[in-house]
Structures are given as C-alpha cells and as structure tokens.
C-alpha cells in the first residue's frame, strides 16, 4: 500500500508516536547517564580515601599496605573502576604534596605489570585507555629494559586502531627508553604502517629521556627506515638542537637523496645556518630554471639566515624567477629576513623586469599594512 493512500491524521500519528518514544528514550538516557555518574563519583571517593592513606604512609617514610595494592590488581581489572580510580589519583593530587604523589604512582608498576596481561585481552578502545594511563602515571618511567608494560605496548603499535597506536608510542615517549623508540620505528617500517608523520614528530618532542641520544641513535640507522619514517626524525630533530650540520650537509649534497629529505635539510640550514651551504643555496636560486622550483623556493627562504651581499644580488636575481612562489620568497627575504631598506630596492623597483617590480612593490604594500595595523593595535591598547 503505497503511503500516500493512508489518511492524514494516521501519519500524523505516527509521527506524533516518533516523537515521543525519542523524547521517552532521551529522559530516560539522561536518567541512566545521571545514575552512572553518580555510581562513578561514588567509587572514585571510596578510591580516594585509601589512596590518601598510603601517601601519608610515604610521608611518614613508611611503605604502603600490601592489602592495598592487592585490592587495586583486583578491581582495576573493571575498566568502569580504572576510570573512577583515575578520578580519584587527579582529586588526590589536588591535595597532597607533588612529590609524594609522584612516589605512590611509581609504586604502582608492579600493579600496572599484572594489569598489562588483562588489558591486552580487551578491545581497542580499552587498551588505549590503559596505555593512556601508563603515560599520564609515568608508570615504567625510565625503564631501560623491555617488561611486560612495553611488550603490551608494543603489541599496539602494529594494531589498526590510529588511537590505541598513538597512545601507545606516547607512553613508551613518557617511558624515555631509546631502544624502545628505535624498535618502534622497525616496527613501523617492517610492517608498512602509515602513521601522521606532524604526530611522529611532535612524540620524538615530548621524548621523557635524553632527546639527544634518541636523535643520535635514530639518525644513526637512517638507512633502515624510508622517507616517511625519516622525516619526522629530521623535523624532531629541527626543532631542538644544531648539532646535525655535517649530517645534513651530506643528506643535502647527496645526489641520491630523496627531495623531501633535501628539502628538509634546507629547512635545517635556516634554523642553523652553516657557512658551507651558502653556496649551495645560492646555487638552487641562481639555476631556478634548471631544477625543481621548490629548491629555488625554500633556498630563497632560507637565505634570510646568510647576510651579505653576495646573498642580496642572488636574491635580486632571484626575483625574475619565472615561477610566482620562487620570486615571493626571494622578496620576503630581501625585506623581511635581511631588512633591506626600499632605497636599496630602487633599482628592482624602477627596473625593467615586470615581475620583479610586481613582486617587490606587492611585498612592500603587504609590510605597509602590517606596520599600519601594528601601530593601530598599539593605540587600542
């Protein structure tokens, strides 16, 4: 029977019906949620009691009771009790001195051990609850040698679940064991597992133990790991120290190197500039038209970072580029990176190259702008 044959008022009813079992079903969520929450904080606040006595315990220079972590191995096994447990340790924090909580947490390692073996039983989404736990417990931190924390850790790293697979490397970061991060990254390679490489990058950062170290190590076995597993060690590596120049010289003026990684270490060179990529970089700008456009590009960015005037007349050089990008950079590095004065532009600016005259005269009128509005800034202020 085709809708359109029933008579109004019966879908109207019908729709009236719908709208009261979704308003039924939404008071009674609400109630159930109310319920929950209620059930949780309860048991957080039974958590919390007991966990307060044994760091006054640890403030009396006394260890804390064995019946306690007996019933912790117990009830944690319940990820509803893990949760309210957690509450409890961040209500607990609150209140008791930082240093004494810090201890009770290290105390835990031999229940988040046993644990460990329960949780790599669960779904994914339990797992990466407990691996979560791990990290913001700084449970097995400073770990040298692989337990049954890291070898469940690890099991998540060749998982599908992105999730559980970030909250994993995040403990083994907050761990700050460097063999455990190289043995990551062979997982990854081995298994061919895409993972965000601005992620990889930003966990190398927030690296628990000797950043350097890591980095050293991880460079040191370039070889074993392709570009989307180097790069964010070359980018980790960017961002905190300039102790890599010679090692990213040679990645630079390796002629079998992949672009992507050259086009990092010109990155490097600008952060760090060292004296003999000068030339180099001033090579990228002056055969533009020969190579790849995104050489001559990021050249001309990082020549900001290499004053002289044999740096200048390449620039200006570089502003009758034929690609757009090529002759925006050499522009932004003449004016904003070396702070060359308009009068030393007058011969772009009156010259007889169309582009070069467009592209300086657009980058002064943006600087104009700039200034113009950090003045009316200042005068609200």
């Known amino acids: 029977m085709h809708v359109l044959s029933f008579r109004p008022e019966v879908i109207l009813y019908i729709y009236m019906a719908s709208c ?3 308003l039924v079903f ?3 969520y609400i109630f159930a949620d109310k319920y929950k929450g209620r059930a949780l904080e309860k048991r957080s606040l039974s958590f919390v009691g007991e966990i307060s006595a044994q760091i006054e315990r640890l403030k009396e220079a ?6 306690h972590y007996k019933r912790l191995r117990k009830e944690l096994k319940n990820p509803e009790k893990l949760r309210a447990f957690e509450y409890s340790v961040l209500t607990v924090k609150q209140q008791a001195p930082e240093e004494y909580t810090a201890e009770y947490l290290r105390s835990l390692r031999g229940v988040f051990l046993e644990l460990a073996g329960v949780y790599r039983k669960s779904d994914t989404i339990e797992q990466a609850y407990f691996a979560y736990l791990i990290e913001k417990f700084r449970i097995d931190e400073g770990r040298e040698s692989f337990d049954g924390i890291m070898d469940f850790l690890m ?7 992105v999730n559980a697979r ?11 064991n460097e063999s455990a991060i190289l043995a990551i990254w062979r997982k990854l390679e081995d298994n061919e597992i895409s993972h965000s490489r601005k992620l ?15 980095a050293k190590l991880l460079f040191a076995h370039r070889e074993e790991f392709g570009t989307t597993l180097f790069l964010p060690v070359m980018q980790f590596i960017r961002f905190f120290t300039g ?13 079998n190197e992949d672009k992507e990684i050259q086009l990092e270490a010109i990155r490097y060179f600008r952060r760090y500039p060292y004296e003999p990529v000068r030339e180099i970089l001033q090579n990228y700008v002056r055969y533009q038209e020969y190579i790849d456009w995104e050489y001559a590009a990021m050249a001309a960015s990082t020549l900001a970072s290499y004053p002289g005037e044999d740096t200048v007349f390449c620039l200006k050089e570089g502003l009758k580029a034929a690609n757009w990008y090529v002759r925006l950079n050499c522009a ?15 011969d772009v600016e009156n010259g007889r190259d169309r582009y070069a005259r467009e592209i300086i005269r657009y980058v002064l009128e943006k600087e104009q702008i700039r200034q113009q509005e950090m003045k009316e800034e200042q005068v609200n202020v």
């Open 20 to 22: 009261i079992s979704v």
């Open 166 to 176: 970030e909250n994993a490397m995040r403990a083994f970061y907050a761990i700050g």
């Open 155 to 161: 099991d998540m790293i060749t998982g599908k679940d």
């Open 200 to 214: 990889l990058a930003d966990g190398l950062l927030s690296f628990r133990g000797d950043r350097k170290e890591l």
């Open 62 to 67: 006394r260890e804390p009771e064995a019946a």
């Open 243 to 255: 102790d890599f120049q010679q090692q990213f010289f040679t990645l630079l003026s390796g002629k």
């Open 26 to 28: 939404n008071i009674l």
């Open 332 to 346: 932004e590095a003449l004016i904003y990176g070396l702070g060359i004065s308009r009068l030393r532009l007058f």
